[in-house]
Each structure stands twice: as C-alpha cells, then as structure tokens.
C-alpha cells in the first residue's frame, strides 16, 4: 500500500519565475496566432465562422477545447478533492450533456442557422423580438461563463504568486479580460478556433502526464488511490459515497437534481458550442465533430476524476481547501507533489507546466465566448432586431475580401453592412469584457464548476427550449417564442438572485447579508420547466397562426442542407 503524507505545498518564492515566465510564452503564442491569423480576411463570414474552412477533427479540438474549460480542469477536479463522489457527478453531467448535442442539435443547427441560434429562429419566425430575445439571452449565458472562467483564472495565478491577496487575482481578472479583447477584436473566429485546437492538445496531453505519474505513483492500483483519498479527506468513507455534498437533507437532494439537469440540457443552449458548428462546411462535417469532441471530452473527464482522487490522497483536503477555499488549485498542487515536491525542480516544472497549461485553457474559452456574445449583440441585437435585419454577403465575392459597399440606405433603420457590424462587433467585445471584469471581481472565491453549473441552467431554460420548438413543432409561433426566451431567462436570473449564491451564506457573493428566499443554489429545476411551458402558453394564446410553408422551408433546410450558408 502507497502512504501518502499530505505536506505543505505552497511552492517556494525562488520558482515563481519559471511559471510566471510559461504563462508568459502562453500568452505570446496565443497573441502571434491572433495577429497572424487576424490579417487573413475581414468579412463577416470570416469573423463569426472563420471561413467555414476548418475539418472535423480541427473543429471536434476547437469544441473540446471550448468546453474544457477552467470549470473542467481546476472545478471539476477541486470539487472531487473536496466532495469525493458528490464532485463525480459533475464530470457525470457534463459528459452526457453532449448526446443531446449529438442527436438532437448539431446538424440541424449547422443547416439552419448562418452564425448565431437567433439564425435558426429567424428562419421561420422572422421578426425584430424574437432576435433580441434570443441574441439577449446569449449575452447573459456567455457572462455567466465568462466570470466562472476569470475567477478561475485569479486563483491560478494568486497560488503561483504564493499568496491569497485579493490584489493578485483581481489584476490576474483585468489582464485575462484585456487579453480575451484583443483576441477577439483582432483574430475573430478563425483566431479564436486555433487558439481552442492549441489549447486543447496542451490540456489533454498534460493530463494525460498527470494521470500517467498518478498511476505509477499507486503502482496502477486504483483501489490504493481510493483508500489514501478517503482518509486524507477528513470525511473518512462518506467521501466515497453518495452525499457528502448533496446529502444533508431533502433540499440539497433537489439542488442536486436540479444541478444534474441543468448539465444535461445546458450543454445543448450554449451560444459559444451552438456557433462552432458554423465553422465547418457542412453539417455531416459538423456531426463528425461532435463524435470527436465526445471522444476527446469523455478520455479527460476519466482523467479528471483520477486527479481528484490523486489531490486528496497526495495533498489532502484540508490543504486543498486552505489554498483555495472552492477547491480551484487542486491540479497544479497535484502537480506539485507529483514532480517531488515543494522546492523540487521536477515539482516546481511540472506545477508550472500545469499551471501554464491551465492558464492557456482559460484564456482561450474565455475568446470563445466573448465571441459569441459580441456575436449576438452586433448580428442578433444591433443588425438583425434594430436596424431590421443583418446583410448577407455578397454573391461571388470571396470570404477573404473587402466587405460589400454600403447599400443605399443602410444605416438609417435598414441593413447593415458586413464591414459595420464587424465594427459594432469588437466594440461590443470591449463592453462584454469590461462587465465580465467587473463581475468576476465579486465572485473570487466561488468555485467554477458551481459558476459554469449556472451558466447552463440559465442556457437550459431560455434558449434550449424556444431552439427545440423552432425545430420540431409546427404550430410554433412568433409570440411562443418570445414568451419562451423570457420564460426561461428571467425566471433562471431571478432565483439565482434571491438564492444562496447570493446571500445567506458564508461562501455567497455577498455574505454579509441575507435577502434569499429559494432554497436552492441552481434554478434549473424550475426554471427548464418555465421556458418550455411559456413557449407552449405564449403558442396556444397567439392571435396570430404559425406560418406552415416557413416551417416546411426550415424542416427541409434543417435536414438536408438544401439552401444551408
């Protein structure tokens, strides 16, 4: 049997410029990608899809690398260190969420929709409210995201800093959200994919690296590594069983089942996954993806329930809550003991390795997603709900060539041009990564996982269902999915509010005071429920008929291609 004292395993001061300088060649590698994939082409298509030019398996890293975020790689793995069995069950959700992905939204999404889900509605429910609705419900998912990305983002660099000072992470906040502007305003899509393929790659094979020395550590016993986990847990067998968590009674059991709910459907509303299907050129090209991704995600989600293990066995759960109090920075001090320990060199590399790699997986998603949110307010808001409508390129011009000219009238209330509403899309990344800033630094000591759980509650309840009614129910309407977007968005904001992530809490954001009235941490519970009854309510009370002949054009489009951009 392997004896695992847990030691000290803050790393020393004399090797903080080994990380600080990886995090540095992170960061110039992902800026040369943007400049020199950013001058490449200026179109809209080239912004918001990349040109359409990526294959399945470019696009099936760039999807993984999207999804596996710092909610994957340090919450996920901090909430199985903490939790045991309770944090498997992230991994659990997450993973599953992509069949809905797979069966019921990748390849109809890609033929429908041009670049953004408010396409796919506007399709056949071509009006004004119904892309502000969708485009607006885009915004506040990808903000969710963006604050469980740049909170994970300060307590990385704040351990490799060796110190817990609010100052450290919140100036770690402000240079991750500048550094995802100029990704974005720069490179645009084609950038951001690339970054993603990058980042991916480093994330898998550095896991792979920290599973491979766990194993040799225990000799290949899993049961060991169970063992040293369970006593170094402070919980003793409760770690390895169900409830440790979610087992304090009937209300935490709900917060569970809503949780588990709002994973499995969240997946499938995601504004920064649904757009990466507009990167491929077709949507057989767009299922194939997915399968890559599916495989990529599953081999790291085994992966990440082995280094939760391995962090509390090897560093202990006391230790690991003492640096980060959600668990965020049980990977890199995993890493830490696994390369020999505090003030080793084979230590200090390897947590700096991982430490980098980390910061690389966050920095990238947070690109993706504040692309796909300035992609929503300039496509969705701005030219398809307040000037009227987006416009199309034009016929024969290539993708990689100067914007159309200005249409007579454009401007005053009509169509915009491609070159403006890539304008208005890099201001809007300026004013997304700003607030995104401006959130993060109240939410530093939340885990990330429990932060991107929110974020696809509120996806799962605004903009999964009003996409499935668009797809497959004829007698949808107008009025039905208006009502569906808000339905769900409101009702997932409101309970959040009033929640104990907010207040009433030692770990809320405000824990100096209590105004929660719901009981649970996540909405989705009720919430996923709203939307898709709204949207029912919203169709049925409608004066006005759904039109039969848009939804035979979408049904034909969505599963042939017929038509598709």
Do not use: C
């Amino acid at each position: 049997m392997t004896t695992a004292t847990p030691p000290p395993v803050a790393p020393t001061g004399d090797h903080h410029d080994l990380a600080i300088a990886l995090f540095a060649v992170i960061v110039l590698v992902t800026l040369a990608i943007t400049l020199w994939v950013g001058r490449r082409g200026s179109a809209a298509e080239d912004f918001y899809a990349g040109g359409r030019g990526f294959t399945p398996l470019q696009n099936g890293f760039a999807l993984s690398g999207d999804y596996l975020s710092a909610a994957s790689f340090l919450g996920v793995a901090g909430l199985i260190a903490l939790y045991g069995y309770d944090g498997v069950l992230y991994s659990i959700g997450f993973l599953v969420a992509w069949l809905v992905v797979l069966m019921l939204v990748a390849e109809l999404v890609r033929n429908a929709g041009r670049y953004t889900l408010a396409d796919v509605l506007a399709l056949r429910l071509r009006r004004r409210k119904v892309r502000a609705a969708a485009g607006g419900a885009s915004v506040v998912v990808t903000l969710f995201y963006l604050v469980a990305q740049m909170v994970g983002a300060g307590s990385l660099v704040a351990l490799l800093l060796g110190t817990n000072s609010s100052g450290a992470r919140t100036w770690t906040i402000v240079a991750v959200g500048g550094l995802m502007i100029i990704y974005v305003t720069v490179g645009g899509m084609r950038a951001t994919t690339w970054i993603q393929i990058v980042k991916a790659f480093l994330l898998v094979a550095g896991s792979v690296l920290l599973t491979v020395l766990l194993m040799v550590r225990f000799h290949g016993d899993v049961a060991d590594l169970m063992r040293q986990a369970a006593q170094h847990s402070g919980a003793g067998q409760r770690y390895l069983e169900p409830g440790l968590k979610y087992g304090k009674g009937f209300t935490s059991r709900l917060d569970f089942f809503s949780l588990g709910l709002a994973l499995v459907l969240g997946t499938a509303g995601l504004p920064h996954i649904l757009s990466r299907f507009y990167t491929v050129p077709t949507a057989r090209a767009a299922r194939r993806s997915t399968m890559w991704a599916i495989g990529l995600v599953g081999g790291f989600y085994l992966m990440a329930i082995a280094l939760g293990l391995g962090a509390t066995a090897l560093v202990g759960s006391a230790e690991v809550r003492h640096a980060n109090s959600a668990g965020n920075t049980a990977v890199p001090l995993l890493a830490l003991v696994l390369g020999g320990g505090n003030g080793s060199t084979g230590g200090v590399v390897l947590f700096a390795l991982i430490s980098a790699i980390a910061f690389a997986t966050i920095l990238a998603v947070v690109a993706g997603l504040t692309l796909a949110s300035s992609a929503a307010f300039a496509h969705d808001i701005w030219a398809g709900a307040w000037l009227g409508r987006p416009r199309r390129r034009s016929r024969g011009r290539r993708a990689g060539g100067p914007g159309p000219r200005r249409a007579r009238g454009a401007g005053a209330r009509g169509e915009a041009t491609e070159r403006e509403e890539v304008w208005v899309a890099r201001v809007a990344a300026v004013g997304i990564g700003a607030v995104a800033i401006a959130l993060s630094l109240f939410a530093q000591q939340m885990n990330v996982a429990f932060l991107v759980g929110l974020a696809f509650a509120v996806a799962a309840s605004a903009n999964l269902p009003v996409l499935l009614y668009s797809l497959f129910w004829p007698r949808f309407t107008p009025r039905g999915a208006v009502w569906s977007v808000y339905g769900g968005l409101i009702p997932a904001v409101l309970l959040v509010t009033f929640s104990p992530v907010v207040s009433g809490s030692k770990a809320a954001l405000f824990p100096g005071v209590d105004f929660h009235w719901f009981p649970l941490e996540n909405p989705g519970i009720v919430s996923i429920p709203l939307g898709f009854l709204a949207g029912w309510i919203g169709t049925i009370t409608s004066p006005e008929p759904a039109d039969p002949d848009r939804y035979a054009e979408l049904e034909v489009r969505s599963l042939t291609g017929a038509g598709a951009a």
